[in-house]
């Protein structure tokens, strides 16, 4: 799912972006208003916004009036004005929520899935932490254990990883393996999958040639084992 983060607090836009990153979200950011519209007009347009309010060229309020004359994107406000007066105005503007700064990662995650719930999407949250036999794969610390000896994985394999992680126990189709990890371009290039799935086998299973952790679906995609 593709998330347009417009802030221009650069600490918290790198906070915000890395721990959406973790939650598998792809994250595009704005600092300024006129840099949202222009990621609005994109081809790839989100699926949700994250809109401040005071930015260097704008109110965010101007943002939110024009995605509602032209698009039904959820809006969730992040600001620090807590006044009950512009919490009202901006929900009654068509915000589909409003988070009073600081607030935790945690409920802007329970607060972004039920403004897509309400849009009829059902988001279930990320599995960012695995443990099962030995096996130990952190997104957030971007580590990977093997009966306490840390592996040393490259950028693409952990993506890969990382992408199984989220669903553990359930199958992953080659295709969205490829558009996930590579790109949508990618979605017929099946033999980087075979290729990158055999070095995560190699680095992580006790017999790569039976593999008991990365399971393969005859002509479906891959699975890794669901944690304990």
Not at 8 to 19: G, I
Not at 174 to 202: C, I, K, N
Request: negative net charge.
């Amino acid at each position: 799912m593709r998330v347009l983060l417009v802030e221009d607090d650069r600490e918290l836009r790198t906070t915000l972006r890395d721990a959406l990153q973790v939650e598998g979200y792809t994250v595009q950011t704005a600092a300024s208003l006129s840099e949202g519209r222009a990621l609005m007009q994109h081809d790839h347009a989100p699926d949700l916004v994250l809109l401040d309010l005071g930015l260097p060229d704008g109110e965010g309020e101007q943002l939110l009036a024009e995605l509602r004359r032209s698009k039904g994107t959820p809006v969730l406000v992040i600001s620090a004005r807590h006044q009950d007066g512009s919490k009202v105005r901006l929900l009654d503007a068509g915000a589909d929520d409003y988070l009073v700064k600081p607030f935790s990662i945690g409920e802007l995650l329970a607060r972004m899935r039920v403004a897509m719930r309400h849009r009829g999407t059902l988001l279930r949250p990320a599995i960012t932490r695995y443990e099962r036999e030995g096996l130990l794969v952190d997104l957030a610390a971007h580590r990977v254990e093997l009966n306490g000896q840390e592996q040393h994985l490259t950028p693409t394999e952990f993506k890969l990883l990382a992408r199984l992680v989220r669903s553990a126990g359930q199958v992953v189709t080659h295709r969205a393996l490829l558009s996930d990890v590579w790109g949508p371009e990618f979605t017929e290039h099946t033999q980087y999958l075979r290729l990158y799935m055999g070095q995560l086998r190699a680095k992580l299973e006790a017999e790569p040639a039976d593999p008991q952790r990365l399971l393969t679906e005859p002509g479906v995609g891959y699975r890794l084992v669901e944690a304990l």
